[in-house]
Structure formats: structure tokens, C-alpha cells
């Protein structure tokens, strides 16, 4: 009776705020597997928790729910040292999972020692189960005049890595698409470019598709006001896309402001198929092959 009487009184405003830190329904499974290109189970693990509730292995039940729709692969990523770490741990004991590692761009700046802290991603860096370098790059949104150097200096250090190993390149560009090819052009990229969470417009992507740079689009293509990113998907070759949560962040439509996880991708595939007008199943399976193609064989 009295959950009765609270769910009759709990206002609109109220309702939404509780259901602001619950997992979405899970969307209609994908007949074609894709992979998650970049997401952040330790954050998700610890600040948000796994669909479904709390769980003895949380990982490997994240893992699960992501499977059961159809994302059969993950990418996590690293953002300084210890989740670096943390990301080529887990990645040797989850055969869906592969690891990349870095210092968040917005990280650097703030090290006490930024070549001790690039040393030591050096060393992950050359684990097997370690395919990317990243995330990486350049952010002027939250960095300002006072931290770019060290920001530019650790960018051009992550590059020299990913070239010295063979692996991917993880870039996060917010508002420096300038100064990330720039500096690209300056250090000569790595056989493998990922712009994460592609946040563009379409000459943008033109530029970085000539390149034969991946764009890997987040839930962000879903928002309302996303035309140019919308555009930029138009424009972006099947065998250039990929696809990412970035989770907990960046949750898409219809659930945008609920945390996010591997299992909604097909929500932001789906949404892609339809912008671009490719066939739903055509494109995870070149989703699929790029990621391969980009990361190696899990």
C-alpha cells in the first residue's frame, strides 16, 4: 500500500530524477554482431553499476548483457596510468575485451611528471592484449591557454608509441580539429587513426576520411541538435565507420541523460543505417571488419 501511494504522489520532475540512475530497457538484438569501439567499464562498474543489477563478476556480466544484443566485442579504454592498467588487466582475462591505454588529454597538464606517467604507457603499450594508443589528443574546451603545451607535448609522445608498437591511435578532439591534424601532419600518423566520438561536421569528416582516418560515432549522432554530426555520418564511408558508447556517457535517444553501456549500441546503429540509408545488417558487417581491421582479432 504505502508503494502504491508513493507511486501515486511522485511527481513527473521526481519520477525523472529516479530514473536518471537506472540502466534503459535493452533495445532488439542486432542479427549481425558489431563491437563497442570505446567504452569505460571501470567507470561504468563503479559510479553507475551493470545492467540488470548488482552482480559477483560486474565485468563479465556487462560482458553478457552486451552479447545477448549483439555486441559481441569491447574496447576499453584508458585515461591515465591506473585505469590503463586496470583496462590491460582486464582485457587478458575477458576474451571480448582488448584494452587501449593512455593520459587523457586533460590529464597531462595536470601530472606532476608527465614523462614518468608516458613511460609507464609505454610499458602497457606493449602487452598483447593492448591494440590501441588512446585516448589521446587535444581538448580546448576544458584545457586552457596554460595547459595546451603539455597537452600537444604527452599527443605527440602517444603517437611516437603508437608507431614504435603498431597500434591503433585513439584520438579525443574537442573542439581542436585544427591542431590535431596539425600535429598529426607535424609527427606523421600511425597506420591507424580512430577519432573518437566524432564530433564534426562533414568537411571535417571528408578531410579525415581522405586521410583514411576511422570516425567512430557515439549516441551524441542521435541528439536533436546533432544535423552536422548527422551530416558528417553521410559522408563517411561503410569501411571508415565505427560506432562506440563511450559509456557511462553519452547515453542515445530516447534514453539520453541515463547512463549508458555496451548493450545500447544497436540503438546508435540502427539510428546510423537509417541517416545514411546502408542497409542495417550491411553495416555492422563492415562495422565489424573495421573494428577487426583497426584492432586485430580479439
Not at 535493452?26 to 549481425?32: D, I, Q, W, Y
Not at 567504452?39 to 559510479?47: A, F, K, N, Q, R
Request: glycine share 8%; aromatic share 6%.
Amino acid at each position: 500500500m504505502l508503494a502504491a501511494m508513493t507511486e501515486q504522489t511522485e511527481t513527473r520532475k521526481q519520477r525523472a530524477a529516479r530514473r536518471a540512475g537506472e540502466f534503459p530497457p535493452a533495445p532488439e538484438a542486432l542479427a549481425v554482431p558489431v563491437l563497442d569501439s570505446h567504452t569505460h567499464l571501470d567507470i561504468t562498474v563503479s559510479e553507475v553499476g551493470v545492467p540488470g543489477g548488482p552482480a559477483d563478476d560486474p565485468v563479465g556480466a556487462a560482458v553478457a548483457v552486451a552479447a545477448g544484443v549483439g555486441v559481441d566485442r569491447l574496447v576499453q579504454v584508458g585515461v591515465d596510468v591506473e585505469s590503463s592498467r586496470w583496462s590491460a588487466d582486464v582485457a587478458e582475462r575477458y576474451g571480448a575485451v582488448l584494452a587501449t591505454v593512455a593520459l587523457h588529454p586533460n590529464e597531462a597538464p595536470r601530472l606532476a611528471d608527465l614523462d614518468e606517467a608516458l613511460r609507464e604507457i609505454e610499458t602497457l603499450a606493449a602487452r598483447d592484449r593492448v591494440r590501441g594508443i588512446g585516448e589521446t589528443g587535444m581538448d580546448f574546451f576544458r584545457t586552457g591557454d596554460e595547459g595546451r603545451a603539455a597537452q600537444e607535448e604527452s599527443f605527440r609522445a602517444h603517437i611516437a608509441i603508437a608507431k614504435r608498437y603498431g597500434k591503433a591511435l585513439v584520438i579525443h578532439d574537442r573542439d581542436a580539429h585544427a591542431d590535431v591534424l596539425r600535429v598529426l601532419d607535424d609527427e606523421g600518423a600511425p597506420d591507424t587513426v580512430v577519432l573518437h566520438c566524432f564530433s564534426g561536421d562533414a568537411d571535417f569528416a571528408r578531410e579525415c576520411v581522405r586521410r583514411g582516418y576511422l570516425l567512430s560515432f557515439a549516441g551524441t549522432v542521435t541528439f536533436g541538435s546533432a544535423g552536422a554530426l548527422r551530416e558528417a555520418a553521410t559522408v563517411t564511408p561503410a569501411d571508415q565507420m565505427l560506432v562506440e558508447t563511450d559509456a557511462p556517457y553519452l547515453t542515445p535517444m530516447p534514453h539520453r541523460g541515463r547512463p549508458n553501456a555496451s548493450y545500447l549500441i544497436p540503438l546508435t546503429v540502427r539510428f546510423l543505417a537509417e541517416t545514411t540509408g546502408t542497409d542495417l545488417d550491411e553495416l555492422c558487417a563492415a562495422i565489424s571488419a573495421t573494428g577487426d581491421r583497426a584492432f586485430g582479432p580479439w
